[in-house]
């Protein structure tokens, strides 16, 4: 275990390097089609030339982060050095063009290569190797969202079938939390969260009956939402690979499909990350914390945009457009069930990532790193309620595991 620690510190350091240039590039990114609108009827174009790229060069590494869990259960030919450049080139033209994808599927592929290329280099025995690439995973995961302790057990919850897994977590901390400090030491600042606290210092203070029923309600939902998300993409995505049989072809006609959602909404609210806007107007996961800062649908509408880019084979990852469907969900459920808008907006963050995921204890301790520990009790009973009524489908393969 040692020795596996003693590999998680330069893990760390090169997953928190390549995420904070993933992080400023994608900034780069976004500012640059917020300043040229046009660029989003490049979207067909662009996602035809990254799927013919993929096609060309990418082999194996057209499997992202399923393919680093299965190398993970099964070592063998290892995760590709290509897989890292790749991802980060085509999630940087996904948001340039305007689809509506995240970062986490970036990071955490960028931090298993990476993690791969040491395995390979130094001939690491299969034991360590499968930990150093759990260790990529936990920095890539860590150092994109600045939740280091979340990104630990993500990495053990999204992988592991048993508990006994747990006893990996040391390294797999060392490594996030290094991923984490260097990412930050480049000057990469992430996105802060509020919840406003009234609770006391009582015990009995930090949770209040009729709040707690109101929160188990919204819990039920947003696993719904959950399941509703793993299920459309799933059944999208191989409809696209059955009817579209020239792989380039699918986020073409993925691209062309965002943009008729675009006239058919009459807004761009839904491109992208979604997290912040300079326009007041616009509805982003940071406006979904204030009163009147989404509408009752704006969940449903990221959740579609979110699902035919991805599920056409855009890059990016799913994690953040989730946060925003949760958030936007759970400010929606507020005006509803007459509860605080920014707690329910902060549960619906955390709850409708794990219910697709099926990683609740990593989704609670997520929600700790972002807003704090006072609503702990109601981040628990989000997360695991929520995973319950998700269903049985996940966003990652887990064939392969135990």
Known sequence: MAGSCLWAIPVGLLAGTASA????????????????????????????GVGWIYQRIGQKAEGGTNLIIEQIHAPG??????????VLVGTLVTHLCGGSA????????????IAS???????????????????????????????PVAGAVFAVEVIASDRTQYRMLLPLLVASWVGHFTCSAWGIQHAIYHIASSIGTKLEDFIEPLLGIK??????VFGCASRLFTAISHRLNDAFKRFVAYAPLRPMIGGLMVLALVYFVGKRDYLGLGLSSNDPATITLLSAFEAGGAGPWSWAWKLIFTVVTVASGFKGGEVTPLFFIGATLGHTLALLLGAPVDLLAGLGLIAVFAGATKTPLACTLLGVELFGAHHAVYFAIACWLAQRCSGSATLYNRKGRG
């Open 77 to 86: 030919g290892g995760v590709p050095a290509r897989l890292a450049p790749l």
């Open 21 to 48: 240039l993933f992080l400023w590039s994608l900034d780069r990114a976004t500012e640059t089609r917020g300043a040229y609108p046009w660029l989003l009827y490049c979207l067909p174009a662009a996602g035809f």
């Open 102 to 113: 995240g970062r986490e599927g970036t990071a955490v592929q960028m931090g298993g290569s």
């Open 215 to 220: 929160v188990m309600i919204a819990a039920v």
């Open 117 to 147: 290329v040491l395995g390979r280099r130094f001939r690491l025995p299969p034991q360590t190797l499968r930990v150093v690439l759990m260790a990529g995973v936990a920095a890539g995961f860590g150092s994109v969202f600045g939740t």
